[in-house]
């Protein structure tokens, strides 16, 4: 078979079969459906999109890398789904260790390994240590469906849900975090900018600006991959020629970019619909908001679309039984981006049947999670002390529901 038309059958077949998949789920006795499964592509997409869709998710899931492909030599995991189980939260298996920063004047172990701490290594190496005296933060890593659309939010829809000074008096003074860039991400005209700092949206201190600067830096610090994007290598700390190409980051990002927004469930549940009625009359969605909305994009399916994630992207103090004494960017120590809660229903799914909740995993169950909210979320977390247990387990059920 000539080989033009060979390559054109493969990726024909691929795409069939990825239409065969998505069909199942719908037809097939058993299968589960879009609201069950966090994977899977957003709408509108043509063939050619969809194939690359389909690239990054073989490389996003399926490609493992080895010493001999590049993988370490010193590193976290050896693949990006190993932490993010269908595209799913991580579990404490699975947890990563930053360390370095205290404060926004930057990481002051740079040169000790920092930020991220390489906990395995190939024969021949040994993994790293934490150096004394750093502080340090353990993350589980969240969940990566629906991040096309938090990616399209306008930066000044994020701005005019900010209100640093509590100007209207409900206790609750969100703000962005500002961060330097690295210098092969562009940002787009009008970009926001704060004293040489962007304004940023991904991440549990919400420091990274975009997917492709999320991508790159897993591969680099979770995996030991350099690219063209970021040479450094973990371990010498020295440039180091390519270890992934362009075309396959890229595929990646657009991967992480078309993947579809989680699904609710039971909506029409008269418990779902009084619970989502008692999460708003106590004030969770002064915070977790309900609804955003992207900008325009090429991509028709994340093109001016309403979606539902309940967060506002904003940093907010949650007090002293969150503060772990590390940060990044522009957040204070006690800071943390509101936590999406789309998906929370499906957690224990890639979290071997029960929650890991919290930036660290530290809650294992909703309730657990809410009784450490405190600092600007103290009188949400009282309000929902102050429930009947009907009324909290509505609210539970709702929650559960996303």
């Known amino acids: 078979m000539h080989i033009m038309n060979r390559h054109y059958f493969i990726a024909a077949l691929a795409f069939m079969l990825l239409i065969l998949v998505v069909s199942c789920r719908k037809i097939l006795p058993g299968a589960p459906s879009d609201d069950e499964v966090l994977d899977g592509p957003v709408e509108s997409l043509t063939y050619e999109q969809n194939q690359q869709h389909l690239r990054g998710d073989v490389a996003f899931n399926d490609q493992v890398f080895t010493p001999e492909t590049g993988l370490g030599p010193v590193f976290v995991a050896t693949s990006c789904g190993s932490c993010h189980i269908a595209d799913g939260k991580g579990h404490p298996f699975t947890t990563l260790t930053r360390f370095g920063q205290s404060d926004s004047t930057g990481n002051k172990f740079l040169d000790q390994g920092g930020p991220l701490l390489q906990v395995r290594a190939v024969p021949g190496y ?15 890593p969240p969940i990566v469906t629906g991040g096309g659309f938090i990616e399209l939010v306008p930066e000044a829809d994020i701005l005019a849900m900010a209100d640093p000074d509590d100007l209207d008096g409900d206790g609750i003074s969100g703000v962005p975090n500002w961060s330097y860039l690295p210098s092969y991400i562009t940002p787009g005209p009008g970009s926001v900018t704060q004293g ?28 030991g991959i350099t ?17 992934i190409s362009s075309s396959t980051v890229h595929d990646v990002v657009f991967y992480l970019q078309t993947l579809k927004a989680p699904v609710q469930r039971d909506q029409d549940d008269p418990d779902v619909m009084a619970g989502k009625t008692i999460f708003n009359k106590i004030g969770c969605n002064s915070c977790h908001k309900s609804t955003l909305k992207t900008g325009y994009s090429p991509l028709e399916g994340l093109s001016n679309k309403e979606f ?18 590390y940060t990044e960017g522009s957040a204070k120590t006690s800071e943390w981006r509101t936590a999406p809660l789309w998906g929370l229903g499906l957690a224990p799914k890639s979290q071997g049947g029960q929650y890991f909740l919290l930036h660290d995993g530290r809650a294992h169950s909703i309730e657990e999670a809410i009784s450490f909210h405190a600092g600007e979320a103290s009188s949400r977390r009282d309000k929902y002390n102050a429930l009947s247990a009907h009324e909290k387990q509505q609210l539970i059920t709702f929650l559960k529901s996303l």
């Open 126 to 140: 040994h993994p790293e240590k934490l150096p004394a005296g750093a502080p340090v933060s353990r993350l589980t």
């Open 196 to 223: 040489g700092k962007y304004l940023c949206r991904f991440g549990k201190k919400g420091a990274t600006f975009n997917l492709l600067q999320q991508t790159v830096t897993a591969y680099n610090q979770d995996i």
């Open 227 to 243: 690219s063209v994007y970021n040479p450094l290598d973990a371990w010498s700390l020295k440039d180091i020629d390519p270890e």
């Open 308 to 325: 539902h994630p309940y967060t506002d992207l904003l940093l907010h103090d949650m007090g002293p039984p969150l503060d772990d004494g």
